[in-house]
């Protein structure tokens, strides 16, 4: 989760890898019960925001597309 927060902050970061990172980010917390992220607890809105910039910032891009929801 820390080299994906990190990407997220930067503002230098390419679109792809930044949209990819929000992507990863929010899927951390999907109910599949398959988490890889580590343990850090991400509040829910944050990761509506994550969603929202998303959404909105890379829309349609690869990542964009491929999220429906957040968690």
């Not at 902050?9 to 929000?22: F, T």
């Not at 809105?45 to 491929?66: C, D, H, I, P, Y």
């Amino acid at each position: 989760m820390d080299a994906y927060l990190k990407v997220i902050a930067d503002p230098q970061a390419p679109p792809e890898d930044k949209s990819y990172a929000l992507y990863r980010a929010i899927y951390c917390y999907a109910p599949s019960g398959m988490n890889d992220c580590g343990t850090q607890e991400i509040s829910k809105a944050t990761r509506k925001a994550w969603f929202t910039q998303l959404k909105t910032e890379f829309k349609g891009s690869q990542w964009a597309t491929q999220l429906k929801y957040y968690w």
